[in-house]
């Protein structure tokens, strides 16, 4: 019996001009497909911002013969025997590569032997080896925006066939925090539920739970402490408590929210307003 492909999939665009998104990067993509070869890439960005649309698109623009595989399921073996008279290879998650793996890759990027797309949701300074970043070009994609997943999300709903108002899709857009695959996921969802239930109000109540995207060892972890404690200090306590909030909801370990707040309180609070804090007794600290 035969699946219909999910909506992100069935969506995805075939050429350039259904591309949404990454307005920033047009310039450096019309060079690249210009250029006499199409030089080896990395695609560093959140998810669902067209990281792997984009090498795919860049691929098959190239012509030749394209591979694609993820780095999860890809083991070295497999990759020797599959990339004979492979011209360009489309990589996801990169990172997911041991540091000896990424050295498989050196030698052939080095000779030209194959051109490599690769995607990666995590800082390529930290999970790509020197060696194998010297060898490629760097691309950072950005969320995409509300307007251009608005634009998205029409699109999801008219292949849907689900007549879904403005105020729906506004909203769906907000929620999807910049993730395409999250958005489309979420109207193929909302296209399933009986039409008298579409309303904005009836969609609020009966929406799968979204999850903040972050993550306890990556960049979200130290960008939503940083911006936490950079709010105390610049005496924004609105941003302060939406920060304390993102770690929250992200699932961050209490103790470590704790201990930056105690850093915060000595550091910049403390020693910005001496006289208020040290004319206490010590005993008093304690008991606070």
Known sequence: ??????????????????????????ARIKS??????LP????????????????????????GTVLRLSAPEA???????QLNGVDILVLDELHRFSKAQQDFFLPLLESGEITMLATTTE????????QLLSRLHVLRLRPLLKEELVTLAKRGAEKEGADL??????????????DARTLLNLIEYVASMPEDKRSLNEVRQNLPEI???????????YELASA????????????????????????????????????????????????????WPVSRLWNL
């Open 228 to 279: 936490l404690i950079k709010s105390i200090r610049g005496s924004d306590p609105d941003a302060a408590l939406y920060y304390l909030a993102c770690l929250v909801e992200g699932g961050e370990d209490p103790r470590f929210i704790c201990r930056r707040l105690i850093l915060s309180a000595s550091e910049d609070i403390g020693l910005a307003l001496p006289l208020y804090l040290w004319p």
């Open 1 to 26: 019996m035969s699946v219909s492909q999910p909506l992100p999939e069935s969506l995805r665009p075939e050429d350039f001009a259904a591309f949404v998104g990454q307005e920033h990067l047009a």
């Open 75 to 81: 083991g070295l073996q497999q990759l020797r025997r």
């Open 211 to 221: 999850l903040s995207r972050h993550d306890k060892d990556g960049d979200n972890h």
């Open 123 to 130: 800082n390529p300074s930290f999970s790509v080896t020197r």
């Open 32 to 37: 690249l497909l210009s250029a006499p070869r």
């Open 165 to 178: 108002d403005d105020d729906v899709l506004g909203f769906l857009a907000g929620v999807s925090n910049g």
């Open 40 to 63: 080896s890439l990395l695609l560093f960005g959140p998810p669902g911002c067209g990281k792997s649309t984009l090498a795919l698109l860049l691929a098959r623009a190239r012509g």
